[in-house]
């Protein structure tokens, strides 16, 4: 399916999940030790949550899922996190599960093994399985919180909903819903060569739009200020540019132009999809652009570049 934004190929499938079997697997959790899915054959239900460290999505909904755990673990619930990120070590697994204070299963899928036997594609997404590990509800886990919107309060928990049913034993109302989020940040073949390379083509845009925001300390969910810094989020990245909602740029055109506007143009958005599809090379070093400085101004600075990064 082609991606609205990019036009490039989804790598899910149109095939709802639900109806189908879950295989079993065995992942290191945040601390190196073995679990399966087989060790929680007890269980009447399980939900499967697919979760990144730095996504904005993921950091709010973990602790809601301890939650869960604790709402319906009693009655035969397990909450199964899963981390399939390329650029999520073990080590910030960790952390992420002592920051959030974790309280249920957090694996590890090294090479999105998981991820792609299962057709994952979010952070966070979920699969609910009931006992013979069918999958019996697919998508978010409520509807408070999306890309670009937080309600107030949720108006729908969908996944607390088809736990109740299925441990009800009714047949689950609503199956499937949209997993919103992150791209899952996935292990590619990264080329050596290209014509189109980070440090030539790539940094030079990213140091003048985007990290401004994305810099340590700064407020966007992750940096960009170096090649190793792009690896895992380039799917990510060609859907909020190509949807115009990175970088954003709220100012009314009507009131002329801008000198600061950070908004790509069309020919930069091409180059960081070609430098995408062409694998990403890092190339020559000595092509890096100097890196950008950036000055702490009084409050008008402030709250102009908070504007910039929170739109």
């Not at 490039?8 to 709802?16: H, K, V, Y």
């Not at 109302?173 to 919103?180: G, I, W």
């Not at 990264?190 to 003048?208: D, R």
Request: include cysteine; glycine fraction near 8%.
């Amino acid at each position: 399916m082609a991606n609205a934004a990019t036009g490039r190929q989804s790598e899910g499938s149109d095939a709802s999940p639900v109806g189908q079997q879950v295989a079993t697997f065995t992942l290191p959790n945040a601390y190196g030790k073995p679990v399966s899915l087989t060790d929680f054959e007890g269980k009447k239900c399980a939900a499967i949550v697919f979760l990144g460290t730095e996504c904005p999505l993921a950091k709010l909904y973990g602790p809601r899922l301890n939650d869960l755990q604790e709402k319906f673990g009693d009655r035969g619930l397990q909450v199964i996190g899963i981390n399939s990120n390329k650029q999520d070590s073990l080590t910030e697994l960790a952390a992420y599960v002592h920051r959030h204070e974790i309280a249920f299963p957090m694996l590890k899928d090294k090479g999105n093994v998981v991820a792609d036997a299962m057709k994952a594609e979010r952070t966070p997404e979920v699969f609910l399985i009931d006992a013979n590990r069918v999958v019996r509800y697919h998508g978010r886990i409520d509807d408070q919180y999306g890309v670009g919107y937080a309600r107030d309060k949720k108006t729908r928990s969908d996944l607390a909903i088809a736990v109740e049913e299925l441990l009800a034993g009714k047949s689950i109302s609503q199956p499937k819903t949209e997993a919103v989020g992150c791209h899952i940040g996935r292990t590619k073949q990264v080329a050596e060569q290209g014509e189109i390379t980070y440090a030539k083509h790539i940094a030079p845009i990213f140091n003048s739009r985007c990290v401004t925001c994305h810099r340590e300390g700064e407020i966007a969910p992750f940096t960009l200020t170096s090649y190793d810094d792009t690896q895992g989020w380039e799917d990510t990245i060609l859907e909020v540019i190509g949807n115009n909602r990175m970088p954003p740029w709220s100012a009314n055109p009507a009131h002329g132009e801008f000198a600061n506007d950070a908004r790509l143009s069309e020919q930069e958005k091409e180059l960081i999809e070609q430098w995408v599809d062409g694998g990403m090379p890092e190339g020559d070093p000595s092509d890096l652009p100097d890196p950008p400085v950036f000055t702490t101004g009084g409050r008008l600075t402030s709250l102009i570049k908070l504007s910039r990064c929170e739109t």
